[in-house]
């Protein structure tokens, strides 16, 4: 297992990251490969530019390990230009995670809530076929090269870890987050990344984190997260 670095070399990450495409507008899509060269699992992040916390989160506890994790590969920002613009879609408008070409993959314009406690009311689009966005398919890419055992993608503001396999690792983290296990979102989530992994055949856990301030997360998130990379749960199922 990993040991933790001394806060004053937490400045920069450990190695730099391999690109796996560019998004919409030419921003590189990077990933950090793990130590190892294998991939048992694969924690992706910010594929909703509304939710940077998860990228931040992600990053600090990667940068608080003295090595990089041994079977865990990690992506922090999937959407750069969402990112960047601070949009839950890319650059096209265009909800990525809607937009990957599952069975259920809909046409139809896609809605989400202004804040929390809104209505579905803002529109984006799924994009004009599944898998039209260059985010998309360079992600579906590098899942196909890395084949993980494991899928874990980061989102908030909900709180719940969604396991549709209701495996080992997602009580794992129930029980260091307290927060609780789902089968499902209970809601529609067509042409979403974990139906595409889903029907791929690979478990995947979707975490979303609570509502909590960032410098709240990084006392309760980040600890689980470092426990995670540094290999305290070895068993993906």
């Known amino acids: 297992m990993s040991t933790i670095r001394p806060v004053g070399n937490r400045g920069t990450h450990l ?3 391999i690109e796996y495409g560019r998004s919409v507008i030419g921003n590189c899509l990077e990933y950090w490969p793990s130590a190892s060269g294998e991939t048992d699992v694969l924690i992706i992040s910010g594929i909703h530019g509304e939710e940077p916390d998860c990228t931040v989160i992600l990053s600090k506890a990667m940068r608080m390990l003295d090595a990089m994790p041994e079977r865990t590969a990690i992506v ?3 959407n750069p230009d969402g990112i960047n613009r601070g949009t839950r879609g890319n650059a096209n408008g265009v909800d990525l995670n809607r937009n990957f070409p599952t069975a259920d993959w809909s046409s139809d314009s896609v809605t989400h809530r202004w804040t929390i406690d809104c209505g579905n009311e803002v529109q984006l689009s799924s994009g004009e076929v ?11 890419e590098l899942v196909e090269k890395l084949k993980p055992k494991q899928l874990i993608a980061l989102h ?13 690792l997602a009580h794992w983290i129930s029980e260091k987050t307290g ?6 979102a209970g ?5 979403s990344f974990g139906t595409w992994a889903a029907e791929r055949g690979t478990p995947i856990i979707t975490w979303e984190f609570p509502i909590e301030g960032i410098e709240t997360m990084f006392h309760t998130t980040v600890p689980v997260l470092v426990e995670l990379l540094s290999g305290a749960f070895t068993s993906p199922e």
């Open 76 to 78: 922090t920002c999937a």
């Open 179 to 184: 927060l609780p296990v789902v089968a499902d």
């Open 187 to 191: 809601y529609p989530t067509p042409g």
């Open 130 to 140: 599944g898998g039209s966005e260059p985010e998309a398919t360079a992600l579906i």
């Open 15 to 17: 190695s730099e990251p």
């Open 156 to 168: 908030g503001p909900l709180g719940w870890i969604d396991d549709p396999d209701d495996s080992k």
